[in-house]
């Protein structure tokens, strides 16, 4: 596997990998690899060869006060994990590779990035988009690989594709979950061992709004009062916001129709975490997707 610092060498790699003819697959993410990572990567080789996966710790998407300092680097242990998937190429750029003195220009998504995580999280979607698209643009993939853990950021990244008239196509993946549901993050590492347990009330919130959905109940505000009930109970989680929304706009869901994203954010403390199911109606039938 071969290491790229810089911006000029990844677009000639890249580049060449093109003019080869391979279809190049991208699976950008801010290391500390697990799991959901790695199942990214799969999605990747599955379509595409090469595999470029960029590590980057994008510090224009934490606000002040956030956790960027402590946000886990293992850039050695992460390197050795692509290298053992057989991933040909790591892009990990410095950060004053990707932002040099001087730089000045932001992406925003409207409407879209008002909501839920960007008004939890002010200018945390526009330092996502932001740095998608600088990595769309230095990578040029065939296909881009995001999780729908993230299902939000991963509609913004839809948006700002479409927008730009990106030519990769963007996938989104299944969330990958521990045994006891929690979905894989790299901040569960914040987690104390009471947190930890705690935790899975974002899996069994969820579980309780698809049993509701299971029951045959269509009302959005019933199932996301369901879900708080659950959270409420549980003395060690807060919940910063649980809601089920289209999974189109991110507004507000009335009733449950097409699909819909029922979605939580919960602080342990100082680490907020985030999960989220689909729900997707197809001939009258409703399937819900942890
Ligand atoms: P991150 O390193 O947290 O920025 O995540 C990089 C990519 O991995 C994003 O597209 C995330 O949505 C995705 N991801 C993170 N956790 C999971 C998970 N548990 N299952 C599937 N994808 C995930």
Not at 127 to 149: C, D, H, M, N, S
Not at 176 to 205: M, Q
């Amino acid at each position: 596997m071969e290491i790229i610092r810089t911006v000029e060498w990844m677009k000639q790699v890249s580049q060449q990998a093109r003019l080869d003819g391979r279809l190049v697959g991208f699976v950008p993410t801010m290391g500390a690899l697990h799991a959901g990572h790695v199942s990214l990567v799969h999605a990747a080789q599955r379509d595409c060869s090469p595999v470029v996966v960029s590590i980057f710790v994008n510090p224009a998407q934490f606000g002040p006060g956030e956790d960027f300092a402590r946000y886990p680097r293992a850039l050695d242990a992460d390197s050795a994990l692509l290298e053992s998937l057989g991933v040909e190429y790591l892009f990990a750029p410095e950060a004053a590779e990707m932002y040099p003195p001087g730089f000045s220009s932001y992406v925003e998504v409207e409407g879209l990035a008002s909501r839920l995580e960007g008004r939890a999280r002010p200018a945390h979607l526009r330092g996502v988009a932001t740095v998608v698209l600088k990595l769309l643009e230095i990578v040029q993939p065939w296909r881009a690989y995001f999780g729908r853990k993230d299902a939000q950021q991963a509609r913004i990244i839809r948006q700002l594709a479409r927008d730009f008239h990106l030519d990769a196509q963007i996938e989104v993946c299944p969330i990958v979950r521990e045994e006891d549901g929690l979905a894989l993050s790299s901040r569960n590492a914040y987690l104390s061992a009471d947190d930890r347990h705690a935790a899975t009330v974002l899996y069994r919130a969820l579980g309780a709004a698809r049993s509701c959905v299971e029951r045959g109940e269509r009302n959005a505000a019933r199932l996301a009062a369901e879900m708080r009930e659950v959270v409420a109970k549980e003395p060690r989680a807060a919940a910063d916001y649980v809601e089920v929304v289209r999974a189109d706009s991110f507004e507000p869901a009335a009733y449950l129709r097409g699909e819909c994203y029922a979605l939580l954010a919960v602080f342990f403390g100082g680490t907020r975490l985030l999960d989220n199911m689909l729900i997707v109606e197809k001939d009258g039938e409703f399937r819900c997707e942890l």
